[in-house]
């Protein structure tokens, strides 16, 4: 078991004041997407500048965020499902709106889901920490992930929660993704 979660734990997929939601419907139900709130003195202006350094980095390696005239100069609409070989182990992949970025930094502890960068910005990422449960071969954790699409002056800003379930005997991995929270954000 402890192979299994230092495996998942080592895969690249590890590594954020409004009354804003979104609505999210699936299999006829309801789930209200709230917004993220943002510390005083902190706002959608920060967030850009931190994804557009050399600090951040998107998931399939394609550098940071890219912005000419205060517009994105790349599209970034989902992420396909997929699977992917790691080892002796298969991962299935869920699709999801947007890409995952990551933002380097400083964590406080091994739980930490974000650098303190994200931490001093958006409020929900104080609480959103990495839970491993080893007895259920499970450990969830949360990612930032950008959807806009090329010549925007704006873009959505998702909280992912990221669910990876593991069958030993099967050496498969499952890897799913909700959404927690999302925020569009202004490009200036």
Not at 4 to 19: H, K, P, T
Not at 41 to 59: A, H, P
């Amino acid at each position: 078991m402890k192979k299994i979660i230092s495996w998942i734990g080592s895969i690249g997929l590890i590594g954020s004041a409004s009354s804003s939601t979104y609505s999210v419907v699936s299999c006829g139900k309801t789930n209200e997407i709230k917004s993220f709130t943002y510390y005083k003195n902190k706002g959608d202006n920060d967030l850009v500048k931190l994804f557009t350094t050399k600090q951040s980095s998107f998931e399939d390696k394609s550098g940071h965020l890219k912005l000419e005239d205060n517009k994105l100069t790349v599209d970034y609409i989902e992420t396909k499902a997929r699977d992917e070989k790691q080892g002796e182990f298969t991962q299935h992949i869920q699709g999801y709106e947007g890409l995952v970025i990551y933002v380097m930094g400083f964590r406080e502890n091994e739980n930490d889901s974000f650098s303190l960068d994200i931490k001093k910005i958006i409020v929900e990422t104080k609480n959103l920490n990495k839970i491993v449960n080893e007895n259920n071969y499970e450990m969830t954790f949360y990612n930032l992930a950008i959807k806009g699409q090329k010549g925007n002056d704006n873009f959505d800003l998702i909280i992912y929660k990221e669910t990876l379930k593991s069958n030993p005997s099967s050496k498969e991995i499952n890897v799913s993704f909700s959404k927690e929270y999302q925020r569009n954000i202004k490009i200036s």
